[in-house]
């Protein structure tokens, strides 16, 4: 079955910039999205199709696909940023979501 | 404003019955992919089932992680505007938050997104002796 695979956690300093990779086979090949989650609230869409924004999500947010990676990149890092972030694709006929990177920024 | 409120969780013996409800406002949820998702105390997001749009030649159709196939069942009613996920059988990991969300696919040519744009706030479900 198709993974994404995370690193399960990293730290920023404030105003530093968070890359957050998500691996998996040639997922350059497909959609990924990425989801905000902060203890105790329930998880937010922050990009979609590799490196869209919804509308609200600061431009800080950038998303970039390419081989077997895609990367969450936080530019300008804020206190406000921290939580866990989770990757997710389509395979075939399932759901799949990585097991999730919580960034610390300190 | 679009909102999902999610209900029906609470604490059953293993083996165990439970369903739960999904209530959407500001959009069709017959005419949306729509999921449910868990999060187990401290783990990370799991896809549990999606059921397609009424709309699309393939109907209900309903897609299943293979922790859960056969135990549970995702439906809807287009009349009450609700998800449900009808859950047989339970067991101990199945203990979780359960979160429904909306979700919104296509292909741009290239390749299909799959991609979930609203969330609800979850309801808990444990399941113990």
């Known amino acids: 079955s198709f993974e994404l695979t995370q690193p399960p956690s990293m730290s920023v300093s404030p105003g530093q910039t968070a890359s957050i990779t998500c691996s998996g086979d040639?997922?350059?090949?497909?959609?990924i999205s990425w989801y905000q989650q902060k203890p105790g609230q329930s998880p937010v869409l922050v990009i979609f199709?590799?490196?869209r924004r919804p509308s609200g999500i600061p431009d800080r947010f950038s998303g970039s696909n390419s081989g077997n990676t895609a990367t969450l990149t936080i530019s300008g890092t804020q206190a406000t940023d921290e939580a866990d972030y989770y990757c997710?694709?389509?395979?075939?006929?399932?759901?799949?979501f990585g097991g999730g990177t919580r960034l610390t920024v300190l | 404003e679009v909102q999902l409120v999610e209900s029906g969780g609470g604490l059953v013996q293993p083996g165990g019955s439970l369903r739960l409800s999904c209530a959407a406002s500001?959009?069709?949820?017959?005419?949306?992919?729509m999921s449910w998702v868990r999060q187990a105390p401290g783990k990370g997001l799991e896809w549990v089932s999606l059921?397609?749009?009424?709309?699309?030649?393939?109907?209900?159709?309903?897609n299943y992680a293979d922790s859960v196939k056969g135990r549970f069942t995702i439906s809807r009613d287009n009349s009450k505007n609700t998800l449900y996920l009808q859950m047989n059988s339970l067991r101990a990991e199945d203990t979780a938050v359960y979160y429904c969300?909306?979700?919104?696919?296509?292909?741009?040519?290239?390749?299909?997104?799959?991609?979930?744009?609203?969330w609800g706030k979850g309801t808990t479900v444990t399941v113990s002796s």
């Open positions: 997710q694709a389509w395979d075939s006929t399932t759901v799949v």
């Open positions: 969300a909306r979700d919104r696919t296509g292909s741009t040519g290239d390749y299909y997104y799959y991609y979930m744009d609203v």
């Open positions: 199709q590799d490196n």
């Open positions: 500001g959009f069709t949820v017959r005419r949306s992919y």
């Open positions: 059921i397609y749009d009424a709309g699309s030649y393939t109907g209900s159709t309903t």
């Open positions: 040639y997922l350059g090949n497909k959609y």
